[in-house]
């Protein structure tokens, strides 16, 4: 059974930067498509990035967070990062990790399989 776990949420201030993890288990990333999203209280989940992970060099980002988070992997320990620079408070979320069978990334929720339960991310001014 895949599972997926995040880490390395937090408070910080806006500009700062901040990177998370999302290791999963059970399976290796190879086999998916890996994702970031994020959720705000009543808003829809939206996509942030996404990554091949079987060859890492198809990547895909909101235009909301180009140029400032770059998605990445670790094939050896079946993690894959979110690098978040330049934070502003509009980032302030709770960020989860999610995976899909298939070669086509996607941004989009209905499309994954396999979900971690979130990491918290505050920026403050």
């Known amino acids: 059974q895949v599972q997926v776990v995040e880490s390395g949420g937090g408070s910080v201030q806006a500009g700062r930067s901040l990177r998370l993890a999302c290791v999963v288990s059970?399976?290796?990333?190879?086999?998916?498509?890996m994702a970031w999203f994020r959720q705000t209280p009543g808003s829809e989940r939206e996509g942030v990035a996404a990554?091949?992970?079987?060859?890492?060099?198809?990547?895909y980002y909101a235009d909301s967070v180009k140029g400032r988070f770059t998605i990445s992997q670790d094939n050896s320990n079946n993690t894959v990062y979110l690098q978040m620079n330049s934070l502003q408070r509009e980032d302030t979320a709770m960020y989860y990790c999610?995976?899909?069978?298939?070669?086509?990334?996607?941004?989009?929720?209905?499309?994954?399989?396999?979900w971690g339960q979130g990491t918290q991310v505050t920026v403050s001014s």
């Open positions: 999610a995976a899909k069978t298939g070669w086509l990334p996607s941004l989009h929720a209905t499309d994954f399989n396999y």
């Open positions: 059970g399976d290796t990333i190879r086999n998916y498509c």
């Open positions: 990554v091949r992970a079987a060859s890492g060099s198809a990547t």
